[in-house]
């Protein structure tokens, strides 16, 4: 593919003899000194498909940084992915000048300053902790001719875009952009617009694709019945590695503290853990001392975690694209992995727009779909009768999961009559 014959014996001893489809696509153009933009979903090569063409240019250019400045600039939304960059880009610098360098959040400013000072060729960060570092004067950046923004979706995700903005106009203004992203939503193609020059656009799996071997299933489920059901199938397969993904970082502690009562061994990561809590937390999860890891979107977008057999979706995400993001957590490497989503009554709305993006079904496990209910506001059905048509909860009896027992029967939080007033399983209270 163009690239030095000592970059490719390091490949080698990394076990890398073969380029995934991204990388053949995009390493090309990029060696070539074009734009690119590339769409694909994590785990299908991207770290790669930058940074051999990024490592390969800085080899072809003589000299080294000056003090305070940095020679290409990589931007990842979170500490695990700019940290996993780092690492993978590590070994194919070996014995080699050009050094890489990391600056994110969460970790201490000042060894960070320091390490600045004397120059670094690939600056692997995070917009914040860059910002800061800029605002003290640490690092410019008018010397950088590489950009590359990974991950570019979550970026906007995240409220990144201002300071995008503000460090793309410290750049140089002759420079070589690579922005790789797994969805193209409207604002990201208007960022790309300003970013890029007449950028190559590689594509090689359509946006909202799921993992070809991932097996999915879906349990409708009463939100009160969900912890009792996860550790029955956690039992199930204790000794695999099982990643759990929640909405809110104080739902994920509290989950997580249920299930180490429930016996098992358990590590959180969310945004309001340190990057040394997190660190550790990643580390004994991949090490397998802890085989269950509670995560919220934005701690494991870009996890590269291979042997993750399991991935719970306990609580449906917002944001239907994320689904994807999600569940791509396992059954990487070419290896199989199962993906189970829990739907109470209050989440219908996603996951029909999760089934759309996925343009499938997903498959129920138990329970059956719970009825959506009509706007409070709208003007209720008649029957022929012309009194208001009675509504039956969740889909009636086993409107939610059974946890257990046969679809059809009365079970746990679920499609069981209470008395009026008490909030049936089909009315949409707030223990829903």
Same mark, same amino acid.
């Given at each position: 593919m163009g690239l030095p014959a000592a970059l490719v014996r390091k490949l080698a001893n990394e076990g890398i003899t073969e380029p995934t489809p991204i990388q053949t696509h995009a390493i090309p153009h990029a060696l070539n000194g074009f734009d690119v933009l590339g769409l694909a979903q994590t785990g299908t090569g991207k770290t790669m498909a930058f940074?051999?063409?990024?490592?390969?240019?800085?080899?072809?250019?003589?000299?080294?940084?000056?003090?305070k400045t940095i020679r290409s600039l990589i931007l990842a939304p979170t500490r695990e992915l700019a940290g996993q960059i780092r690492d993978s880009l590590l070994p194919l610098v070996k014995d080699s000048p050009i050094k890489i360098g990391l600056v994110v959040g969460g970790a201490s400013i000042n060894p960070q300053i320091k390490r600045l000072e004397q120059g670094i060729d690939i600056l692997v960060a995070t917009p914040g902790r860059l910002l800061d570092l800029i605002d003290r004067r640490a690092v410019r950046l008018d010397a950088?001719?590489?950009?590359?923004? &990974?991950?570019? &979706?979550?970026?906007? &995700?995240? *409220?990144f875009?201002?300071?995008?903005?503000?460090?793309?106009g410290l750049l140089a203004a002759e420079r070589q952009t690579m922005m790789f992203s797994a969805t193209m939503p409207k604002q990201m193609e208007e960022l790309a617009g300003s970013y890029l020059r007449n950028p190559k656009r590689?594509?090689?799996?359509?946006?909202?694709?799921?993992? +070809?071997k991932v097996t999915q299933e879906v349990h409708f489920i009463a939100k009160a019945s969900k912890p009792d059901l996860l550790i029955e199938l956690l039992g199930k397969h204790k000794s695999e590695l099982a990643l759990v993904f929640g909405r809110t970082k104080h739902g994920s502690d509290k989950l997580a503290k249920r299930l180490e009562q429930a016996g098992f061994a358990v590590a959180t990561i969310h945004g309001?853990?340190?990057? *040394?809590?997190?660190?550790?937390?990643?580390k004994a999860f991949r090490d397998g001392q802890v085989k269950i890891l509670v995560a919220t979107d934005v701690a494991a977008r870009g996890l590269d975690i291979p042997d993750v057999k399991h991935v719970y979706n306990y %609580?449906?995400?917002?944001?239907?694209?994320?689904?994807?993001?999600?569940?791509?957590?396992?059954?990487?490497?070419?290896? +199989?992995?199962?993906?189970i989503a829990f739907?109470?009554?209050?989440?219908?709305? %996603?996951?029909k727009d999760i089934q759309k993006v996925l343009g499938t079904t997903i498959p129920v496990a138990s329970g059956?779909?719970?009825e959506v209910l009509p706007d409070p506001k709208s003007p209720k059905p008649t029957s022929a009768r012309g009194g208001p048509r009675r509504r039956s909860g969740g889909g009636g009896f086993g409107g939610g999961a059974q946890h257990g027992k046969p679809q059809g029967k009365p079970g746990a939080g679920a499609g069981r009559r209470r008395k009026p007033g008490g909030g049936g399983s089909g009315q949409r209270s707030n223990a829903a």
């Open positions: 940074g051999l063409p990024l490592i390969t240019r800085l080899m072809e250019e003589p000299g080294k940084p000056a003090p950088a001719r590489f950009l590359v923004l &990974d991950e570019g &979706d979550q970026m906007l &995700d995240l *409220g875009i201002h300071a995008l903005r503000r460090i793309a590689v594509q090689v799996s359509p946006p909202g694709k799921a993992a +070809d309001n853990k340190s990057q *040394g809590q997190r660190e550790r937390a990643l %609580e449906l995400p917002n944001v239907p694209d994320n689904y994807v993001h999600r569940i791509g957590r396992t059954a990487r490497a070419g290896k +199989d992995g199962a993906a739907c109470a009554p209050d989440e219908m709305g %996603e996951l059956r779909p719970w």
